[in-house]
């Protein structure tokens, strides 16, 4: 039997199975720098450490000797199927019969880095800048390709002091399919621990990243507060219809509601000139997701869309008022259809973005 064990990015993050697996195992083989996390796990045991590079040899000792009869441990950081040595096993595991293998996942770079963040994942993608075994060309379509379909985006092995150009052609890419503000979280780990920090796309500078790097790049929704980087899902936030809210929607109902910039209204411009008001009130409200400038104001439970300006741009209008009316037959369809109108508040967000 081969245990394929992803041991996360240190000890600390191990899964009890994994612990397991190590303790009842015979043989452990492992990447030499790895050994070092696991040390008390491994005494007594035959111990087998190789180099990087050698993982086709790893994966081939690890089936001979499952085939004399001993339970080996095939040790991965991270998780074994997130470019770890579940993926070198089995593309050999053809060549032999009766091997049998367990995969025991790990904690990836990923979901580590995302925990340091905050909560930077939606859907998401996950890609390698290393071209040692990949083309540039696939790199750059994958990147241009997940960059364009809106993915938050987590890049490993983003940069090394001989290995540039994956890093550099990709960032162009990422710089003209998405805004340059968006927001990226860098998680850099060394010897001395963790360094975090979050920065923006045309600000992301080379000094913070090197091959134990993950950099996690947020979607057109992915915003900052209190320090932490958030990626939206949109969950609904229950709340009363104010009464002017619901005054005004009755009003939009008939039909009776201004067009463009409503200049004779005495708060206008509640934003910035020239603005269009026909969604004086936003339907959404409270979406509660900071992606638009919206905030909670503290402590008193209220949202506050002082710094949102999207609802009051036309391209917005307009993407909106196509498919309210499916959404909205009377006022009270504000709270009873709450999810339709965020997952269309999602759509007209994506479709009224600006790239750089
Ligand atoms: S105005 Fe903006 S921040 Fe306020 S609820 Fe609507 S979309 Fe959200």
């Known amino acids: 039997m081969i245990s394929v064990i992803g041991i996360g990015p240190s000890r600390e993050d191990m899964t009890f199975r994994a612990v397991d697996a190590i303790k009842s195992a015979d043989v452990i083989i492992t990447y030499k720098s790895y050994v070092k996390y696991i040390q008390d796990l491994v005494v007594g045991k035959e111990l087998i450490l190789k180099g990087m590079g050698d993982e086709i040899k790893r994966a081939e000792l690890a089936i001979s000797k499952s085939k004399e009869g001993k339970h080996v441990a095939l040790v991965s950081s991270g998780d074994p199927g997130v470019f770890g040595m579940g993926n070198v096993l089995f593309q050999i595991i053809g060549k032999y019969s009766g091997v049998k293998v367990e995969v025991i996942p790990g904690v990836t770079a990923v979901n580590f880095s995302a925990g340091m963040l ?51 052609e990709s960032l162009k890419i990422l710089l003209e399919t998405k805004k340059p503000e968006t927001i990226v979280g860098i998680v850099r780990s060394s010897e001395d621990g963790v360094d975090v920090s979050i920065t923006t796309l045309d600000k992301l500078s080379t ?42 929607y009755e ?61 009051h741009n036309d391209k917005t209008v307009e993407c909106i008022q196509t498919k309210l009316p499916q959404i909205i037959e009377e006022v ?25």
């Open 251 to 311: 009003k939009y109902l008939k039909g009776d509601v201004n067009e463009g910039p409503n200049i004779g209204c005495e708060y206008y411009p509640c934003h910035n000139h020239p603005q269009n008001c026909k969604f004086c009130y936003c339907p959404f409200y409270p979406c509660g997701e900071g992606s638009t400038g919206g905030k909670w104001i503290k402590d008193k439970g209220l949202w506050s869309c002082e710094d949102c300006e999207w609802i």
């Open 118 to 168: 905050g909560a930077p994942l939606h859907d998401f993608a996950v890609i390698s800048f290393s071209d040692i075994l990949t083309p540039i060309s696939e790199i750059k379509r994958k990147v241009k390709a997940a960059s364009e379909a809106d993915f938050v985006i987590a890049i490993y092995n983003p940069l090394s002091k001989t290995r540039t150009k994956p890093f550099e």
């Open 332 to 356: 009270d369809d504000l709270k009873n259809n709450k999810k339709e109108l965020l997952k269309l508040r999602r759509d007209c967000i994506y479709n009224t973005r600006e790239s750089s």
């Open 207 to 248: 000094s913070k990243i090197n091959m134990s790097t993950t950099l996690i790049v947020g979607n057109s929704m992915t915003y900052i507060e209190e320090g932490y980087m958030i990626t939206p899902r949109g969950y609904r936030v229950s709340y009363p219809i104010h009464q002017l809210s619901r005054e005004f």
